[in-house]
């Protein structure tokens, strides 16, 4: 999820559903998940969302702790992030 919107911070959430072949309650669920927990934020642009993320946060699971997102989202995009 986190891959997809940096790669299209504009993108639908029924579209990033579409991409990972999960259900759009399922996208909106995780999404609303990341938000509460400061990894993307939501800003309304007309009648959208545009999404940005907070690359800065380390990963929640042990295992990966100490590493920050955007080091996975590195790997994944071709572009730069920086705000």
């Not at 399922?26 to 690359?55: F, H, W």
């Amino acid at each position: 999820m986190l891959v997809e919107i940096a790669r299209d911070p504009e993108a639908r959430l029924r579209d990033i559903a579409e991409r990972i072949g999960i259900t759009e309650r399922a996208v909106q669920m995780i999404v609303s998940d990341l938000y509460t927990a400061g990894y993307l934020n939501r800003e309304r642009v007309g009648r959208r969302n545009r999404y940005s993320l907070d690359l800065d946060l380390h990963f929640r699971y042990p295992t990966e702790s100490g590493l920050p997102v955007r080091l996975l989202i590195g790997i994944f995009t071709d572009h730069d992030l920086e705000p």
